[in-house]
């Protein structure tokens, strides 16, 4: 069975502050996809990022960056000098065969001005 | 048109009324999601429709029917509920149903936030 768990309930930053989200996943399939979504206060869910278990290349979009490593079954989110704006519940999630998506219990991130 | 649309936004009901969520999309997606998201906690999966036919139902009380009238419209019917129905009701779609679809990754909607009086 397929699970994601985010340890982090929540945090609190300052502003500016760098933050990492942590993401641990579980799956027997050999092929996988994993993804972060944001959810601001309003609901919607904002794709942030997917990877694929194949390709364990570091990504950097910007202030955001994700370290995927097979080895630890880990896939971290980092927020370089955090804003006000990065303030939401961000989910890790996991789809692998025909599986849909499965979520985290999501990480509620407050950063103060 | 690369979006989902969930009608409508909010909604108010009674145990006793009988109303419908609605989701369309016009991407071409043959792979149609309803997620339900509790106060607080993650989305969970309540019904999938591939290629208008219902392909995983997680146990979800018969109170809540699902139909999918066309490839870009799916309905999410209610009868009945209870106060601890009071969610948000996400629907997501991805382009093929089964092992691709997670790799052309899913487009949500904003959701309807029910409220059950």
């Known amino acids: 069975a397929q699970k994601v768990t985010q340890a982090q309930t929540e945090i609190s930053v300052v502003e500016k502050e760098d933050v990492t989200l942590d993401c641990v996943y579980e799956?027997?399939?050999?092929?996988?996809?994993l993804f972060w979504y944001k959810q601001p206060p309003s609901g919607e869910l904002v794709f942030l990022i997917r990877r694929n278990s194949f390709d364990e290349q570091n990504e950097i979009s910007g202030r955001y960056s994700w370290n995927f490593q097979k080895s630890t079954s880990s896939f971290n989110f980092t927020i370089t000098a955090s804003q006000v704006v990065d303030s939401a519940v961000y989910f890790c999630?996991?789809?692998?065969?025909?599986?849909?998506?499965?979520f985290g219990k999501g990480t509620r991130l407050s950063v103060i001005a | 048109d690369t979006e989902v649309t969930q009608t409508p936004k909010h909604l108010v009901m009674g145990m006793t009324n009988k109303k419908s969520l609605k989701c369309e999309q016009h991407m071409g997606h043959r792979a149609m999601y309803w997620y339900k998201q509790k106060a607080k906690k993650p989305p969970e999966l309540m019904f999938v429709?591939?290629?208008?036919?219902?392909?995983i139902n997680e146990s979800v009380p018969s109170r809540f029917s699902p139909e999918c009238p066309n490839s870009s419209l799916l309905n999410l019917h209610l009868h009945a509920l209870q106060p601890e129905d009071s969610a948000l009701y996400l629907c997501?779609?991805?382009?093929?149903?089964?092992?691709?679809?997670?790799?052309?990754?899913?487009?949500f909607g904003s959701g309807t936030r029910l409220t059950v009086v």
């Open positions: 999630a996991l789809s692998s065969g025909n599986t849909p998506l499965v």
């Open positions: 997501a779609s991805s382009q093929d149903p089964g092992f691709d679809s997670a790799n052309y990754g899913y487009t």
């Open positions: 799956t027997r399939d050999t092929t996988y996809y």
């Open positions: 429709y591939s290629y208008e036919k219902l392909s």
